[in-house]
């Protein structure tokens, strides 16, 4: 027997006890019989099990070179190394569907461990919807996506793994990615459930939240290293292209946020229901088209697989949860009536509502470009796309304004805030504005969509900082020392002082998108063996292109010497590699060298023998800062989503009986 024998079994498997386990858990909810409910949680767990072994299976196909199954074939070859080799295991369509799988069955199953911390009379349907969501991969892995088929003859070799996702970075992006996508499934089955059993107070929400927290952490990091993929290896001195697929990754992330900011209006106002159940709603929907997209072909892209047939099954199933999801809503709709009404505009309130006006808006801006192919080519016949100045010109001026209410918002009060009080709050962020505003025009900076930008940075910088000033000043008048004042702080109001973190990284992040989108300088130029090129201050002699062979793989490398202001740095090494499986097709072996704040980013465009080259070269200003503020980001979501301490119950001390006779007293 083989080891996709195996596999294949184990699928066909936890696909029975998925669709067993959502009969079960409906059944015990509706009839009240804490056995079945018993026995789906168990379940689940024999889901995650089965997966287990199936995507075991397929690892130990590859590191067998089992060539006789289609798929180990189609992503590997017997020169690749073992670590290439095992990620290959969700480098193309069947195994990526295995992964977000098994990805769904292991939360599924920590959430049946961990589920008495939520509202019992939700958990069986939340177990149902999470195995009817696991119900349709399995459907999809046992028969269109099978990633177990086997050939009728093996060949020698296989195909290897496609040469752009032979980089460090594919070890991660796509897994980060795609468990990102898989992870909202966890809070869309707590809205089913709460819109199926009517629980639709703020308890559901509180029961979420850690989930909601995680799926953004997860989809903030697969962006990021999304991000950081495509600047090292695409040669194009960028790192978000507003491609189909990158805008599809960042969809959920949106709406996501735009969750956990009205969350918290619900939980202190009874507000804005409404939107909380729907943007639950739309980040799974959400996720699911991201995975549609990426599969189906029917947008080009540089992510996207080849065209597939799975595409119809995938927009089936989106259609189908927005039809359930829609309906649910709708016949629920009478019981998200909010407690209270605004106050005022001018309130905490209103800032979230703002938040989530402008967050929505970068999705349905971002959502008409990544479509309106797809549109043109219904309406008139003709595919017309549009690039990136359509996203940088109408999304630039709203994350304008959002990064600008990031700031205001933390200085505004509860229900209303007095104008006396916001003049004062507003001190110390509009003075650090009018510096900024004033210092960038002497330094030379005179474009008017940097300076503002620069300055709305600075003024939510000043906010955030002047927050955690104040938080420490107070705790250090008591007595203790800043740096501890400040560890306290944020320990014991982790949501707060975390989110202001991801605030104070997103300010970073989007300094350096400024000051790289701006500011950045590119020059060709063709260099014969010896001969240099200047660019902004920056000066790189070429000393010969030096070619090796391997297994299936020809690299041509450029050296050169890299010099600042007559100072030598270092020596860097650009260069390409030629994939014979893959037709010679070329992959970028990326230069980047990082002085202070700039990068110098090298790409050996084309070469003509030992000594001559076309270098092209992209110096890129604060972009160091987009990776500082990601990772801000990160640590900020993860002080959020870290639980805090459990107080311990104290048993009642019971007060001694007071004897009422002699005989009490005497016993």
Request: glycine share 8%; net charge positive; proline share 5%.
């Amino acid at each position: 027997m083989y080891f996709s024998d195996l596999g294949l079994i184990a699928l066909v498997f936890a696909f029975g006890f998925a669709i067993y386990t959502m009969v079960v858990a409906v059944l015990g909810a509706r009839r009240n019989m804490p056995p079945l409910v018993a026995s789906a949680r168990r379940s689940v767990l024999i889901v995650a099990f089965f997966l287990l072994m199936a995507s075991v299976a397929l690892v130990a196909s590859f590191l067998t070179h089992d060539f006789g199954v289609s798929y180990v074939a189609q992503h590997s070859n017997l020169s690749m190394p073992w670590y290439y080799t095992t990620a290959a295991f969700n480098g193309g369509q069947e195994g990526s569907l295995l992964y977000w799988a098994l990805m769904l069955s292991l939360f599924s199953a920590v959430f049946v461990f961990t589920a008495k911390r939520a509202p019992a009379v939700l958990v069986p349907y939340v177990l149902a919807t999470l195995m009817g969501i696991e119900a349709f991969f399995l459907f999809m892995l046992t028969t269109v996506s099978n990633p177990f088929v086997r050939l009728p003859v093996a060949p020698p070799d296989g195909n290897g793994l496609n040469p752009l996702l032979m980089d460090p970075g594919m070890l991660i992006h796509p897994p980060l990615l795609l468990m990102g996508y898989m992870s909202f499934s966890l809070p869309f089955a707590f809205a089913v459930a709460a819109m199926l059993t009517g629980r639709l107070d703020s308890e559901w929400l509180r029961a979420i939240r850690r989930w909601m927290l995680a799926s953004w952490f997860i989809q903030t990091a697969g962006l990021l290293v999304g991000a950081w993929w495509a600047y090292h290896v695409l040669g194009w001195g960028g790192y978000w292209g507003w491609d189909p697929v990158e805008n599809a990754a960042l969809f959920p992330w949106l709406t996501a946020t735009a969750f956990l900011h009205s969350t918290m209006v619900q939980e202190r106002r009874g507000m804005l229901k409404v939107w909380n159940l729907g943007l639950v709603m739309a980040s799974f929907a959400l996720s699911i088209f991201g995975t549609f997209e990426v599969r189906s072909g029917i947008i080009t892209s540089v992510h996207s697989f080849a065209y597939s047939a799975i595409g119809g099954y995938f927009l089936a199933f989106l259609g189908i949860v927005i039809v359930f999801s829609i309906g649910l809503f709708l016949y629920r709709l009478p019981k998200l009536r909010p407690e209270h009404a605004f106050d005022s505009v001018l309130s905490r309130e209103g800032s979230f509502l703002l938040n989530n006006l402008l967050l929505l808006g970068v999705t349905f801006a971002t959502l008409w470009g990544t479509l309106f192919p797809l549109i043109s080519t219904a309406l008139s016949r003709q595919m017309m796309t549009v690039g990136p100045p359509f996203y940088d010109k109408v999304n630039g001026p709203i994350f304008l304004v959002l990064i600008l209410a990031m700031g205001v918002g933390p200085l505004l009060a509860w229900r209303r805030t007095s104008s006396h009080a916001l003049w004062r709050n507003l001190g110390v962020p509009v003075l650090a504005a009018a510096v900024c505003a004033a210092v960038l025009p002497l330094a030379g900076i005179r474009d008017i969509w940097v300076n503002i930008g620069f300055a709305v940075c600075s003024f939510t910088a000043g906010a955030i900082l002047y927050e955690f000033w104040r938080g420490v000043r107070v705790r250090h008048r008591h007595g203790e020392p800043y740096l501890l004042a400040l560890s306290t702080l944020i320990g014991r109001y982790r949501q707060r002082y975390g989110g202001y973190l991801v605030h104070l990284g997103l300010v970073l992040l989007a300094v350096g998108v400024i000051g790289s989108h701006f500011f950045q300088v590119q020059r060709d130029a063709v260099l014969k063996q010896g001969q240099a090129m200047q660019i902004a201050g920056y000066s790189l002699v070429f000393l010969g292109n030096i070619n090796t062979t391997s297994p299936g793989v020809e690299t041509v490398t450029a050296q050169l010497q890299l010099w600042q202001q007559g100072q030598f740095q270092r020596f860097i090494y650009p260069g390409r590699s030629f994939y014979q499986n893959f037709a010679n097709q070329p992959a970028s072996i990326i230069s980047i060298t990082t002085l202070g704040l700039t990068d110098v980013y090298v790409f050996l465009a084309n070469y003509n023998g030992a000594s001559e080259a076309t270098i092209r070269v992209f110096v890129n200003p604060l972009v160091p800062l987009v990776w500082d503020g990601g990772l801000l980001m990160l640590l900020g979501g993860a002080i959020c989503w870290w639980p805090g301490r459990r107080q311990r119950r104290v048993a009642p001390i019971v007060p001694a009986r007071v004897a009422r006779s002699p005989e009490e007293v005497a016993v």
